[in-house]
């Protein structure tokens, strides 16, 4: 893959995830925090922020959103795919959710 493709990439996923992470905030905040995995302080600037300045932020080459968990039990649970699904996925939701006050 090109590099001018793979940074165009990036933009645009740094874009969606600016746009998905403002409206989740505005629309139900507490279930925001928990589903990005952010803080009331980085929300209330998200929540801020003028499309302008969306803009100028998602234009980085820099990926905005990483992956909140890099635990290998996690990834095992998310990516399961046995008959106890729905109970993997209820773990694996216990697992983040105790790491969110650790990173905060």
């Known amino acids: 893959m090109k590099t001018d493709q793979l940074l165009d990439d990036i933009r645009e996923a740094n874009l969606s995830y600016l746009v998905l992470a403002q409206h989740l905030i505005r629309l139900d905040r507490e279930t925001a925090l928990f589903r990005l995995g952010i803080s009331e302080t980085v929300a209330d600037i998200l929540d801020g922020l003028s499309t302008a300045q ?14 909140r968990f890099d635990d290998e039990i996690v990834w095992n649970l998310i990516a399961s795919h046995t008959r106890e699904r729905g109970m993997a996925g209820a773990h694996a939701a216990i697992l983040m959710a105790q790491a969110l006050p650790e990173a905060a």
């Open 54 to 67: 969306l803009l100028k932020i998602a234009a980085s080459n820099l990926l905005i959103c990483r992956f």
